[in-house]
T-cell receptor, first 110, second 114 residues
Framework: QKEVEQDPGPLSVPEGAIVSLNCTYSNSAFQYFMWYRQYSRKGPELLMYTYSSGNKEDGRFTAQVDKSSKYISLFIRDSQPSDSATYLC??????????FGDGTTLTVKP | EAQVTQNPRYLITVTGKKLTVTCSQNMNHEYMSWYRQDPGLGLRQIYY???????DKGDVPEGYKVSRKEKRNFPLILESPSPNQTSLYFCASSLSANNQETQYFGPGTRLLVL
């Protein structure tokens, strides 16, 4: 079993929809939670970073962490065609070990 | 400009021919890390370094070596490359392991081992 499981997708939504991306993890040592966006042929770009349970909002993006359920989510409001990309969750220990989900490819149709 | 640079960006080589992929950052970051990305598998951590002379294995270290002799550089060495090391490689750095908000990724190195 993988330490981080990400809902595989792919996901296709109309412009303006709310998108929900999800990951679960199994290792209680994980303490830092990230979401990345990766456009085709580019490196990952950090979208959201948090280390506590609860919600963190940044513009149209909300990251949610539930440590008791070992579940993290990324919500995108009012999705735009420019949000079309692969989204990766990543979870780190405080010793620097980093584990990524396999990614979810999102397409937002105009 | 703050950045992580990788060289080469593209490389075709043959099985067994030693190669080094360089990674350099100009932000005085302590933490650096190497990942490989294969289709449908996200990123998998190869090695990471918390600071100079401190390196640790990630999830897929077999067949790779690293060194961290100075803060800015973190080269990835393939002593005897094999076709299963054909992949897209990314280097990343951040201020510290617990400060991923400051993280930057390099542009990637696409490696083909024949």
């Amino acid at each position: 079993q993988k330490e981080v499981e990400q809902d595989p997708g792919p996901l296709s939504v109309p412009e303006g929809a709310i998108v929900s991306l999800n990951c679960t993890y199994s290792n209680s040592a994980f303490q830092y939670f990230m979401w990345y966006r990766q456009y085709s042929r580019k490196g990952p770009e950090l979208l959201m970073y948090t280390y506590s349970s609860g919600n963190k909002e940044d513009g149209r993006f909300t990251a949610q962490v539930d440590k008791s359920s070992k579940y993290i989510s990324l919500f995108i409001r009012d999705s735009q065609p420019s949000d079309s990309a692969t989204y990766l969750c990543a979870i780190n220990t405080n010793a620097g070990k980093s584990t990524f989900g396999d990614g979810t490819t999102l397409t937002v149709k105009p | 400009e703050a950045q992580v640079t990788q060289n080469p960006r593209y490389l075709i080589t043959v099985t067994g021919k030693k190669l080094t992929v360089t990674c350099s950052q100009n932000m005085n970051h302590e933490y650096m890390s190497w990942y490989r990305q294969d289709p449908g598998l996200g990123l998998r951590q190869i090695y990471y370094s918390m600071n100079v002379e401190v390196t640790d294995k990630g999830d897929v270290p077999e067949g790779y070596k690293v060194s961290r002799k100075e803060k800015r550089n973190f080269p990835l060495i393939l002593e005897s490359p094999s076709p299963n090391q054909t992949s897209l490689y990314f280097c990343a750095s951040s201020l510290s392991a617990n400060n991923q908000e400051t993280q930057y990724f390099g542009p990637g190195t696409r490696l083909l081992v024949l």
